[in-house]
């Protein structure tokens, strides 16, 4: 089940909601066919964007960073996912190695490690951190936030099993995303890797994604009869671009006129009264970095020296060659009168909760994965968390289905694409 979200959002139940609460029973046929066909990832998040009109996914992450964000009261169903998906892969583990980034002056990000060992010992399993830190020569304990120690292990390769000093696991965890490449230590190991090498930013590619999401939702809006502009930003992508030395700058112009005069198309159509406006990011990377609102092409001939720098690198100190134009999706939530967009969590192929992006100096139309962001975890109905038969016929409407749905849409995607990219 889908959990239930407690708390109403902004304004009456939109019609795409409605669209898809209604198609219910047709809308979870259709999943467990999809997951019999593809090998869902042990674990995904989805940034949503809401703007009433349209609900849409705009980043997929295939290594989530943020398991201390979610709503404690849905441990359980975290703990009963993370089951499934290892039982499908190696039912007889007894072991889990987890490797995570090398954030380790950041204690939020390390809560998340913490909160992930809990959910994976919850599930019966062994857990043990080992690390991709050179300087990391012996078993190294941080204090967390709140309480609570995380201890890091150095890693210990014998042959093609890699494990600790005294630790030989079934499966390998990474939470690690390999924006830097993929270590010598991690390559050609005889073990299950969660998720796969190529998940990693190395060899990932946002547009790949994308193109993948693009097949899926035309699928799934044919199934419920809609136009899957409602639940699909347009997107398109730039090569070799150099924002330092202001090559590939028309591409870059001609591009997002393209997707700009799409919009303003659609928008007619709706009647939808706001600006048109794309994001430009790297098309590979995470945390936010190398992205921008633009809202007229001319912008990307005339950005200042701090702007180019900005996006000229980034996660690693990686210098950013491609990019990803994609439309723009309003977020008309707020919490306290701060601009919030939902992010759902999945492991396996089960929505076990998520959390609201907060930021209180962004707008509807800018980037919320920018320093000063700030998480509020989802509340949901205890009645409608799980299957309950007290729940009545005529309960209210569970608006968190619709996100679970476009998220699970976008995990789906991660399959296909990932399946295409071994293929």
Partial sequence: MVPHLATA??????????RILSAQPAIEHWFRTQWLEHTIPFYTSVDLRNSGFKLAPVDTNLFPGGFNNLNPDFLPLCVQAAQSAIEKICP?????????ENHTRN?????????????LKQAGLKVRIGSLLPEITEPTATQLPGGGTLTLEPLVRRGRRLGLADFDPCVVLLNNDLSAGVPDILQNLEQAVLPPLI???TTRRKSHHFAAYDRVAGEFAKLLGIDPWLINPYFSTCGKIDFRQRTGEECLAVKVDNILQK????????????EPFVIVKADAGTYGMGIMTVKDASEVRDLNRKQRNKMAVGKEGLQVHDVLVQEGVYTFENINDAVAEPVVYMVDHFVVGGFYRVHTERGVDENLNAPGMHFVPL?????????NPDCAPDDTPNRFYAYGVVARLAMLAAAVELEEMTA
């Fill in 9 to 18: 959002l902004n304004g009456p139940l939109l019609i795409l909601e409605q």
């Fill in 92 to 100: 007889e583990a007894r072991g889990v190695l987890l490797i995570p």
């Fill in 107 to 119: 204690r939020f990000y390390l809560q998340n490690v913490g909160q992930l060992a809990l959910i």
């Fill in 199 to 201: 998940a990693g930013w």
């Fill in 263 to 274: 919009m303003r198309v659609k928008y007619a159509e709706y009647g939808v009264k706001e």
């Fill in 379 to 387: 509340a949901f109905e205890s009645c409608c968390a799980f299957p």
